[in-house]
């Protein structure tokens, strides 16, 4: 064995220090000053090794490093090389849907999913369903890729949904990038401006 691989024996086995304590180093340390004790050591760790040889026994491998996944972007671009007009397609859709301009929600892409037969997804986040979405969009023909697209309808302002959102519906308000915005009525105001 060579000195490298005995020191990295005893840095493993210091290692141990945190799940064994201090207490038991040190007793062990007592117990290897005595030569009864360094023979039995000795002749056990020599049995180990021998039935470790026998029985095939092999140091494992480092594990192989897995090749890092291109992204899901990237596979869109490499088919636009090959169908220029179906990459560009499948690529706009991934962005706009990325970006949220198009289905911003979960359920809007699980309503267009259904409303359009494709099949349905069991996702539990928006983020999770828009690469499978896009997914079965790569095997279909480019005029049907283009056709379920144009039924796509793009996020507006007006489409808010958040709590701002309905309060500005309710108060009858402008959407806040409106250049305009409408005086509020007071309350107890008889004025119908």
């Known amino acids: 064995m060579s000195n490298d691989k005995k020191y990295d024996l005893l840095l493993d086995l210091a290692k141990l220090i945190k799940k064994y304590g201090f207490a038991a180093f040190n007793d062990l340390s007592a117990d290897l000053s005595s030569p009864s004790f360094k023979n039995n050591f000795s002749e056990l760790l020599f049995k180990i090794a021998k039935t470790a040889e026998e029985t095939g026994f092999k140091k494992s491998k480092p594990a192989k490093r897995k090749q890092v996944p291109r992204s899901f972007r990237s596979s869109l671009l490499q088919i636009q090389e090959e169908q220029p007009e179906k990459g560009k397609l ?104």
Request: glycine share 4%.
């Open 90 to 193: 499948l690529l706009k859709l991934f962005d706009d849907l990325s970006s949220k301009k198009y289905l911003p929600t979960l359920r809007d892409i699980k309503n267009f999913i259904d409303d359009n037969g494709l099949q349905a997804l069991n996702v539990k986040s928006r983020k999770n369903a828009i690469i499978p979405f896009v997914k079965q969009f790569i095997a279909l023909e480019t005029s049907d890729i283009e056709k379920i697209i144009n039924d796509i309808r793009p996020f507006t302002e007006s489409d808010d949904r958040s709590l701002g959102g309905w309060s500005d519906i309710i108060l009858k308000r402008k959407p806040k990038n409106s250049e305009e915005q409408k005086p509020l009525k007071h309350v107890g105001s008889n004025s119908d401006e």
